[in-house]
């Protein structure tokens, strides 16, 4: 049996479902691959605040602490933003502990730095739930790339921007309502700038570009629209045409074999594969040049989704190359 010790960063609606998982998946875990996986640290921004089910000596607001963890293996990061996060990973990594995020923010920035600085240390970075929630995009596409070459990426990669264009398709009411809607149902943020502005989607569009071409464009040069500008009537004309209103982040390359990407809603007839993706759901359509044209569907975002890909992140990493601690 080997033990591993797992740390935990950030204790939110992600932090928690990773923790529940772990939890749950314990015996498992022990049985199909012979690890025992214990939680030795979760580190937050408020130590002192009570935390249902977790003793307070596990918590802590000190990197150095969850570091200083003996035979840490793992680190776990769903935590907000750019910075702590990014100098956190770049420690842990340094300190030849592999990490997994769900942190899209600051991996659409730092992932590529992230992924180099882990390759010379000898780890190794899982990075799925930045990326449409519970969908397996991420491991698909890095599959595919083994083979084919992805020419073209389209998808619907915020959940509460689908949702508000259905509900206002579906139920004849307007943005405002249908955003109001979808913060009474927890599917979007007290400020819902990010989701509806585009600027979710561009983030998670920039971690594709990366992983499908390697490298991405000029964040300046790429177009970001989001949906607050179209109006009930719109969605309504449209839907009389057999369209529908589609928030689609796209990333290709054109003929001259130069990287471009825009974000904005597009109408689409039932012949787009993303078409029929209503409600909270995230797609992914892949253009290859050997499979042909291949679509994801899945939950974008939410405890279980999010968090039990990036458990099976680290399940991966185990078994690509196992964790040395023998007990
Ligand atoms: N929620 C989803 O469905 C979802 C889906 C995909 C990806 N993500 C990504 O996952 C990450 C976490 O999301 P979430 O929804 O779980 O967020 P959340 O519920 O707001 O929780 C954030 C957690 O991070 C901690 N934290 C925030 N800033 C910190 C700092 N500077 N130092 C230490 N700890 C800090 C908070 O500590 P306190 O508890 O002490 O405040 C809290 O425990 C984000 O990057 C998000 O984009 C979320």
């Known amino acids: 049996m080997t033990s591993v010790k797992v740390a935990i960063l950030g204790f939110g609606t992600v932090g928690e479902g990773i923790f529940n998982i772990l939890q749950e998946k314990r015996e498992q875990f022990k049985t199909q691959l012979g690890i025992d996986l214990d939680v030795a640290k979760i580190l937050v921004r408020d130590a002192t605040k009570q935390r249902?089910?977790?003793?307070?000596?596990l918590l802590t607001e000190s990197i150095d602490e969850v570091l200083a963890v003996p035979n840490l293996d793992?680190?776990?990061?769903?935590?907000?933003?750019?910075?702590?996060?990014y100098?956190?990973?770049?420690?842990?990594?340094?300190?030849?502990?592999?990490?997994?995020?769900?942190n899209k923010v600051m991996f659409a920035k730092f992932g590529q730095v992230l992924q180099e600085k882990a390759q010379k240390y000898g780890v190794q970075v899982g990075y799925e739930a930045t990326t449409a929630g519970g969908v397996p995009v991420i491991k698909t596409m890095e599959n595919i790339l083994r083979v084919n070459d992805?020419?073209?990426?389209?998808?619907?990669?915020?959940?509460?921007?689908?949702?508000?264009?259905?509900?206002?398709?579906?139920?004849?009411?307007?943005?405002?309502?249908?955003?109001?809607?979808?913060?009474?149902?927890?599917?979007?943020?007290?400020?819902?700038?990010?989701d509806v502005s585009g600027q979710d989607a561009f983030k998670k569009l920039m971690i594709l570009s990366n992983l499908a071409f390697g490298q991405q464009p000029n964040w300046d040069d790429v177009e970001v629209v989001g949906i607050s500008?179209?109006?009930?009537?719109?969605?309504?004309?449209?839907?009389a045409k057999g369209q529908r209103y589609r928030h689609i982040a796209e990333v290709g390359l054109d003929e001259d074999g130069y990287i471009f990407a825009k974000i904005g809603p597009q109408l689409v007839d039932a012949?787009?594969?993303?078409?029929?993706?209503?409600?909270v759901d995230n797609a992914v359509s892949l253009d290859t040049n050997y499979i042909g044209?291949?679509?994801?569907?899945?939950?974008?975002?939410?405890?279980?989704?999010?968090?039990?890909?990036m458990?099976?992140?680290?399940?991966?990493?185990?078994?690509?190359?196992?964790?040395?601690v023998t007990i």
């Not at 264009?165 to 109001?180: N, P, V, W, Y």
């Open 229 to 239: 500008a179209i109006t009930l009537q719109q969605v309504q004309e449209a839907d």
């Open 293 to 309: 044209k291949l679509t994801l569907v899945g939950p974008g975002a939410g405890m279980y989704p999010t968090a039990s890909v």
């Open 271 to 279: 012949t787009h594969p993303l078409y029929s993706i209503d409600g």
């Open 87 to 102: 100098g956190y990973l770049d420690k842990a990594i340094e300190h030849h502990v592999n990490v997994v995020t769900a």
């Open 150 to 194: 992805v020419n073209h990426v389209q998808g619907i990669l915020n959940g509460t921007s689908n949702y508000i264009l259905t509900q206002m398709r579906t139920e004849g009411i307007s943005f405002e309502t249908a955003l109001k809607n979808a913060q009474q149902l927890g599917y979007a943020e007290a400020d819902p700038y990010n």
């Open 52 to 57: 249902v089910g977790i003793a307070n000596t």
């Open 74 to 85: 793992v680190v776990f990061e769903a935590i907000v933003g750019e910075e702590p996060a």
């Open 311 to 324: 458990v099976e992140d680290y399940a991966d990493m185990l078994v690509k190359k196992p964790a040395l």
